[in-house]
Every structure is written in C-alpha cells, then in structure tokens.
T-cell receptor, first 113, second 115 residues
Framework: GQQVMQIPQYQHVQEGEDFTTYCNSSTTLSNIQWYKQRPGGHPVFLIQLVKSGEVKKQKRLTFQFGEAKKNSSLHITATQTTDVGTYFCAGPRTGGGADGLTFGKGTHLIIQP | DGGITQSPKYLFRKEGQNVTLSCEQNLNHDAMYWYRQDPGQGLRLIYYSQIVNDFQKGDIAEGYSVSREKKESFPLTVTSAQKNPTAFYLC??????????????FGPGTRLTVL
C-alpha cells in the first residue's frame, strides 16, 4: 500500500536557527497536506499543496511540492519557541474520494532557548 | 461555537472490557474519521464514514467497531479483541464527499489506557 515517509524523526535546534522536514511518498500524490501537533494537542491543518512544483509561504514557513508530486518539504526560518511540536505530512489514502489520509510519522521539532 | 468534541479526554479500561469513545461534530461535515496515534508514530486510520448509515474499514480496523446513525455522531467501540488498545484516539471530519483534497478537522482526542 501507499507509504509516506518523513525525515528526520527528531530535530533539535537552537532558537533562531532554521528547520526543515522532508516528506516522500511511494506513489504520486494528487495533493499533500501539512499538519502541526503541539505537545499534548491534536493535529491542526497548516496548508495543502496541489500543483507540481508549488511553493507556498506562511510568514516564516515555506512549503514545497516536488515536480513529480512525490515529495514535499516544510522549512521554518528563524525558529521560535512557539514552533515546538510535531509536523506531519499527509497524502490521500487512495486515488480519490474522501477516504482518509495517510500520514507520515512526523518530525518532532525541539527548540533549545 | 463550531467544532468537534470527543469524550472522555482520559479513559481507563480493564482488560477484556469493551469501551466506546464519543465523537460529535456540529460543522455539518459529511465525512468522519477515526485515527489511532501511538507514541512517536503518525496517525493510522481505523474507520471512516462518508455518509450516514455507511462506514468503511481503514488500515487497522481489527478489534474496533463504529456506527454512523446520525450525521453529527461517529462513536468508536474498542472491543476486547483489540490486542493493544492503549493509545491516543483522534476523531476528524471533513466537508466534501468526493474530494480527496479536503482538509480534516480534528477533535481534542481521547487517551485510552488499558490496565
């Protein structure tokens, strides 16, 4: 079945350093979504990418979707303590229909002040 | 105040007992989902429902059951057949039936511990 892999599993950074997490799918995706889960919380939707090669920015966060629509990345510039949490990428579980998402295992971002 | 509610927040169960987790949404969403999250792991889909009175197995349905008698409600029963039920259970909903591009909205989760 479809697999979505994320690296790294954990990332320790000093506050103010940049952070990047990478997501790779075993199949071509129609879209990819990114979620953030704060410690003790639930996943919250960040963004969705649909087009090949798409780049979207949200303040200090930059999201990219690969040309082949099989990989994606999230880059955070100048991390802040509020960025702490786990970042998940997710793709449609099957080719179509609202039948759920396949999530990566997430990247845990730990920030040292 | 629209959203998804899950209850209880923490649940303890003895081995061999069935337990039902509640999920309610007032977002008027058609699709609802149950995911399981284990420490250090991503979310894995247990069951989903695209419409009232219909539901489908996800990737790890064994030992679980669901019902969808009302649009707003999608309870999950963890049965005694589930070998390792201790986990964080997340309910989610999404608006559209046919679009795989749909955003999912998550409830706060129920943390189940089997004693």
């Amino acid at each position: 079945g479809q697999q979505v892999m994320q690296i790294p599993q954990y990332q320790h950074v000093q506050e103010g350093e940049d952070f990047t997490t990478y997501c790779n799918s075993s199949t071509t995706l129609s879209n990819i979504q990114w979620y953030k889960q704060r410690p003790g919380g639930h996943p919250v939707f960040l963004i969705q990418l649909v087009k090949s090669g798409e780049v979207k920015k949200q303040k200090r966060l930059t999201f990219q979707f690969g040309e082949a629509k099989k990989n994606s990345s999230l880059h955070i510039t100048a991390t802040q303590t509020t960025d702490v949490g786990t970042y998940f990428c997710a793709g449609p579980r099957t080719g179509g229909g609202a039948d759920g998402l396949t999530f990566g295992k997430g990247t845990h971002l730990i920030i040292q002040p | 105040d629209g959203g998804i509610t899950q209850s209880p927040k923490y649940l303890f169960r003895k081995e061999g007992q069935n337990v039902t987790l509640s999920c309610e949404q007032n977002l008027n969403h058609d699709a609802m989902y149950w995911y399981r999250q284990d420490p250090g792991q991503g979310l894995r889909l247990i069951y989903y429902s695209q419409i009232v009175n219909d539901f489908q197995k996800g990737d790890i349905a064994e030992g679980y059951s669901v019902s969808r008698e009302k649009k707003e409600s999608f309870p999950l029963t963890v049965t005694s057949a589930q070998k390792n039920p201790t986990a964080f259970y997340l309910c989610a909903s999404s608006l559209q039936l046919a679009a795989s591009t749909d955003t999912q909205y998550f409830g706060p989760g129920t943390r189940l511990t089997v004693l």
